[in-house]
């Protein structure tokens, strides 16, 4: 078997068993004798080295993958010319950014975003705030909040539209939560027993809570940069 198969893949791609042998740094007498079938069954050191000249996986080589398509595409890659071998690169290139597109519409979901006004460290009036639609592939995320302003750079900037998940946060994930009338965005701290609503980068005011107290409207789970 795997002398049938050296002979067709040496004979498709034009190379002597001479040039075979320097290629794969053997004897030309023990390639000769797996070339011709007198050898079946040689070390495995041998046929890895002989798969490696000619860029292709042992199982290739023995012929386990003949009847795949992608193997077959790889035969036809190997015995083209550059010209040829730029169109299947190109193409395929294309294919694959084709397919991924496809594949992130497809998974993609709308989910409210909020567009505050006035300045975001002081809060932001939840229940006023203008809602548009916008489209995420991160499963996780049931509503966002448009970043207005610089006012938490250079952690998240002005444009920013950060994407929530309906969970509490875990120690130090940042998170909107409801405060009277207004909401806040902070890192979520737990302390000594304390749960600190820490402001980012000293901008705001900071909330020293108990859990019991806490009303959270969803925990920072991806972000969409515009």
């Known amino acids: 078997m795997l002398g049938a198969r050296l002979r067709?893949?040496?004979?498709?791609?034009?190379?002597?068993?001479?040039?075979?042998?320097?290629?794969?740094?053997?004897?030309?007498?023990?390639?000769?004798?797996?070339?011709?079938g007198k050898t079946t069954d040689p070390k495995v050191s041998t046929v890895l080295k002989m798969a490696n000249a000619l860029n292709m996986?042992?199982?290739?080589?023995?012929?386990?993958?003949?009847?795949?398509?992608?193997?077959?595409?790889?035969?036809?890659?190997?015995?083209?010319?550059n010209h040829g071998k730029s169109l299947i690169l190109l193409t395929a290139k294309y294919e694959a950014t084709a397919a991924k597109a496809e594949r992130n519409s497809s998974e993609k979901h709308k989910i409210p975003c909020l567009l505050p006004n006035g300045e975001l460290n002081k809060g932001i009036a939840y229940d006023s705030c203008e809602i548009v639609d916008i489209e995420t592939t991160i499963k996780d995320a049931f509503v966002s909040v448009k970043i207005?302003?610089?006012?938490?750079?250079?952690?998240?900037?002005?444009?920013?539209?950060?994407?929530?998940?309906?969970?509490?946060?875990?120690?130090?994930?940042?998170?909107?939560?409801?405060?009277?009338?207004?909401?806040?965005?902070?890192?979520?701290?737990?302390?000594?027993?304390?749960?600190?609503?820490?402001?980012?980068?000293?901008?705001?005011?900071?909330?020293?809570?108990k859990r019991v107290e806490l009303e959270y409207i969803g925990t920072y789970c991806g972000v969409v940069r515009t």
């Open 57 to 81: 996986s042992v199982n290739c080589l023995m012929g386990e993958y003949a009847n795949n398509p992608e193997e077959k595409i790889l035969n036809y890659y190997r015995t083209c010319g």
């Open 8 to 36: 067709k893949i040496l004979g498709s791609r034009g190379i002597s068993i001479n040039e075979y042998a320097e290629m794969c740094e053997l004897p030309l007498g023990t390639v000769r004798n797996i070339y011709y």
């Open 148 to 209: 207005t302003s610089n006012d938490f750079a250079p952690v998240f900037c002005k444009g920013d539209i950060l994407l929530l998940a309906n969970r509490f946060p875990e120690n130090g994930e940042y998170a909107f939560f409801y405060i009277g009338d207004r909401a806040f965005l902070r890192k979520f701290i737990e302390e000594n027993g304390q749960y600190k609503l820490q402001c980012i980068h000293n901008i705001g005011k900071e909330f020293i809570m």
